[in-house]
């Protein structure tokens, strides 16, 4: 059984640098994309930040640019998101998600990934 567990979230203050984990279990994810999903009260999920299975391509929302990273240690099938510079705005539950089967969707697209995580809240206070 396919398994996404996220961790690093909680609270944290504006300026503050946290970082996100994904640790999936159940099969390997190397051959596969990832991506990091959030969606704040009264939203939509959006995609913040996504990145191949050989991490030579890589998407992330405008509002993150230059202050996230997202990367992947494929040896230990898991997933990061280094968050930067965090803002009030950023507070959000954060998703893991893991593609398994290459539809042909953009990377920050919602409907390429089969596989999603619990969630971790992130709370950021001014």
């Known amino acids: 059984q396919v398994q996404l567990v996220e961790s690093g979230g909680g609270l944290v203050q504006a300026g503050g640098s946290p970082r996100l984990s994904c640790a999936a279990s159940?099969?390997?994810?190397?051959?596969?994309?990832m991506g990091w999903f959030r969606q704040a009260p009264g939203k939509e999920r959006e995609c913040v930040a996504a990145?191949?299975?050989?991490?030579?391509?890589?998407y992330y929302v405008d509002s993150v640019k230059g202050r996230f990273t997202i990367s992947r240690d494929n040896a230990k099938n898991t997933a990061y998101l280094q968050m930067n510079s965090l803002k009030p705005e950023d507070t959000a539950v954060y998703y893991c998600?893991?593609?398994?089967?290459?539809?042909?969707?953009?990377?920050?697209?919602?409907?390429?990934?089969?596989?999603w995580g619990q969630g971790t809240q992130v709370t950021v206070s001014s």
């Open positions: 998600a893991v593609e398994r089967f290459g539809r042909n969707y953009g990377l920050e697209s919602p409907g390429r990934y089969d596989y």
């Open positions: 159940g099969r390997t994810f190397s051959s596969h994309a």
């Open positions: 990145i191949s299975w050989s991490g030579g391509s890589t």
